[in-house]
């Protein structure tokens, strides 16, 4: 069984490819049309087990 991490796997996902392409968190919210506050929240929030 795979322990919490406490971080999402899309967070790291989205994370590690910025970084891979050599882009700010900025960068990436330009780019999408989004908030770069968004883009932290997605990087570094928190995953939710489903408690199911």
Do not use: C, H, K
């Amino acid at each position: 069984m795979a322990e919490f991490s406490g971080r999402s796997d899309l967070g790291r996902r989205v994370a590690a490819r910025r970084t891979e392409l050599g882009l700010s968190r900025e960068d990436v919210a330009l780019r999408a049309g989004s908030a770069e506050s968004y883009i932290a929240y997605v990087e570094e929030g928190e995953a939710r087990p489903d408690g199911g």
